[in-house]
């Protein structure tokens, strides 16, 4: 004969809490009804209302700080374009003014040593290469119809040449240009908008205008000729 127990394991779980002592001597009374309990361990979480609050608070920050990435990379563009554009305008300066500067008179005392009216000028110069010397040119300084700024050069023979003219070099100088204006002054006289004259003028004034949409200004050029100086 076989006898089975059957065994009753009883597990006690005991929670510990600490009451807090009420006002009274140096240890305080003993816990009774009015001791208030604290649990140990217990932890303070966030509520919904203060995680959304930190989230749109984190938000404001990210599209401000993007706001102003967008913003100094705008800035850092547009002053890009404009030292691009001053620095053009400065090669251009330069140039124009190193044409009138080495103006050559004709060798023909009856031929115009510059043939110039209030939007073209014609004329026989120094013009340097890119070798670094300089070389006499015959050149036309004129605004084309798809508003540049074009200088058209070819060699200048000295003499009469008895073969085909060498073809004419297109430079463009500078784009959206709207006008070019010159005037003259001939020595002891007023500013004039034409030259058809032997005698090199005193001063050349080149005044461009460009295109009502760019916000590009050009102070004018005033050149004098040297080469033709007594």
């Known amino acids: 004969m076989i006898t089975v127990r059957a065994t009753t394991i009883t597990v006690t779980v005991t929670t510990t809490e600490v009451f807090e002592p009420r ?4 240890g305080g009374n003993p816990p009774g009804p009015s001791a208030r309990p604290v649990q140990i361990g217990a932890r303070d979480g966030f509520t919904l ?3 959304l609050v930190a989230l749109v608070v984190f938000g404001c920050l990210v599209v401000g700080l993007a706001q102003g990435v ?6 850092w563009n547009a002053g890009a374009r404009v030292e691009a554009a001053q620095g053009d305008l400065d090669a251009v300066d330069r140039t124009l003014r190193a044409l009138v500067a080495a103006m ?10 510059l043939s110039g009216t209030a939007d073209s000028l014609a004329l026989v110069t120094e013009l340097p290469m890119a070798s670094g010397t300089t070389t006499s040119v015959s050149a036309t300084l004129a605004v084309d119809a798809a508003h540049r700024l074009v200088l058209r050069w070819r060699p200048d023979p000295h003499a009469e040449r008895l073969g085909p003219p060498v ?3 297109n430079t463009t100088l500078i784009e959206g240009v709207s006008a070019l204006r010159l005037s003259y002054l001939p020595p002891g006289e007023g500013w004039t908008s034409a030259w058809h004259r032997h005698a090199l003028p005193a001063l050349v004034r080149i005044r461009v205008a460009f295109m009502p949409h760019s916000q590009r200004r050009w102070p004018d050029i005033v050149a004098a000729p040297v080469l033709g100086q007594p």
């Open 167 to 169: 073809p004419l070099t």
């Open 104 to 113: 050559v008179p004709a060798a023909d005392p009856d031929a115009a040593s």
């Open 70 to 75: 967008r913003f100094g990379l705008r800035a």
């Open 49 to 51: 209302l203060e995680v």
């Open 23 to 26: 006002p009274g001597g140096p």
